[in-house]
């Protein structure tokens, strides 16, 4: 049985580069994460090797240059954390989270028909 590992906060901005590009050798990575963090290339790759090992990307070896895919899922990192802000910050109140992001966010037009039509999905099974 193996374990499931939840991502750090670190892990999850490489997962996030991942998910956006579909897969990426270190230096891909490393050049993104480098716009917004001080780190250097041997660091990426340390994080990037540790989190193949927790089986949270597969690495293609068939060239020098190692390919990463992200194999955890974004949906499921959105649920864990939602679930953990929600419970912790939020007391368990998911409305407050609600109102809490449509309050600091500037929502487009498309984003609240969105959210009203899933209002409306929600009201029509209780």
Do not use: C
């Not at 020098?64 to 679930?83: D, R, S």
């Amino acid at each position: 049985m193996s374990k499931v590992f939840k991502p750090t906060e670190s892990e999850l901005e490489i997962l996030s580069i991942l998910w956006e590009k579909e897969h990426a050798s270190v230096r891909e990575v490393h050049e993104i994460v480098q716009l917004t963090k001080d780190v250097g290339y041997t660091t990426t790759l340390k994080l990037m090797q540790i989190m193949h090992e927790k089986g949270l990307v597969s690495r293609n070896e068939s060239s020098k240059t190692h390919i990463y895919t992200p194999l955890f899922e974004k949906e499921k990192a959105q649920e864990q954390y939602i679930t953990k802000m929600i419970k912790t910050l939020f007391s368990g109140n998911s409305a407050q989270l609600v109102l809490q992001a449509l309050g600091n966010h500037q929502s487009s037009q498309e984003e609240l028909a969105e959210i009203k039509s899933l209002i409306e999905q929600i009201e029509k099974r209780k």
